[in-house]
Structures are given as structure tokens and as C-alpha cells.
Nanobody, 115 residues
Framework: QVQLVESGGGLVQPGGSLRLSCAASKKINIINTMGWFRQAPGKQRELVATITRFGAINTAQIVRGRFTISRDNAKNTVYLQMNGLNPEDTVVYFC?????????WGQGTQVTVSS
């Protein structure tokens, strides 16, 4: 089992940047895959980006070139650097950890892009 705590969301102007953080309660270098998903009201949760324990990265095409996932094993934290934000990025972002024993989610952090 693992607990995930997201932070870094907030209000930003169009074209701005934010960095989301996801702190895990256990060593992330033994977690198969960690990632970021997002969900708008009334819509399905969608993939943003994932990173495996071996460092392989998958980024959704809709954010490719603007968003970058990374991790700091020493801090047991995964990050999502978001640049070039636009109003369509206004949703709740969730951290995810996929372990052999299950699939775990954080509580979510709201990102609002507005002038």
C-alpha cells in the first residue's frame, strides 16, 4: 500500500507554468509505474504522463511538448512540470501509483488557468 499527496496546484494565467508534486509514502524506485492523470467534471479520468521504475516515460499527445514528468527517488516524489498552460488544462490532476498489489490515487489537486 502507498499514500500519495499532491501539491502545487492553483491559479495561473494562460501561458503560465506550474509544477505539481506527488509525495509517496514509500520508496518510488520500487513502484512499477507512477503517473499523472486528470479529470474534468463529468468526464473520464485521462492519462497525462507516466514514468516507470526504469525511467521510461509516456506522455499524452495532448500535452506533449508542454508537460514533463520527472522523479526524485531520494525524495520519493514525482513531479509534473506544466508549461504553456491554457484554459483547457483547467481540471483536477491526480497522482497515481501502480504496484503489484494494486492501483493507488492521491486526493487530487485543482489547476485553474484563467486571466
Amino acid at each position: 500500500q502507498v499514500q500519495l499527496v499532491e501539491s502545487g496546484g492553483g491559479l495561473v494565467q494562460p501561458g503560465g507554468s506550474l509544477r505539481l508534486s506527488c509525495a509517496a509514502s514509500k520508496k518510488i524506485n520500487i513502484i512499477n509505474t507512477m503517473g499523472w492523470f486528470r479529470q474534468a467534471p463529468g468526464k473520464q479520468r485521462e492519462l497525462v504522463a507516466t514514468i516507470t521504475r526504469f525511467g521510461a516515460i509516456n506522455t499524452a499527445q495532448i500535452v506533449r511538448g508542454r508537460f514533463t514528468i520527472s522523479r526524485d527517488n531520494a525524495k520519493n516524489t514525482v513531479y509534473l512540470q506544466m508549461n504553456g498552460l491554457n484554459p483547457e488544462d483547467t481540471v483536477v490532476y491526480f497522482c497515481n501509483a501502480l504496484l503489484d498489489g494494486g492501483n493507488y490515487w492521491g486526493q487530487g489537486t485543482q489547476v485553474t488557468v484563467s486571466s
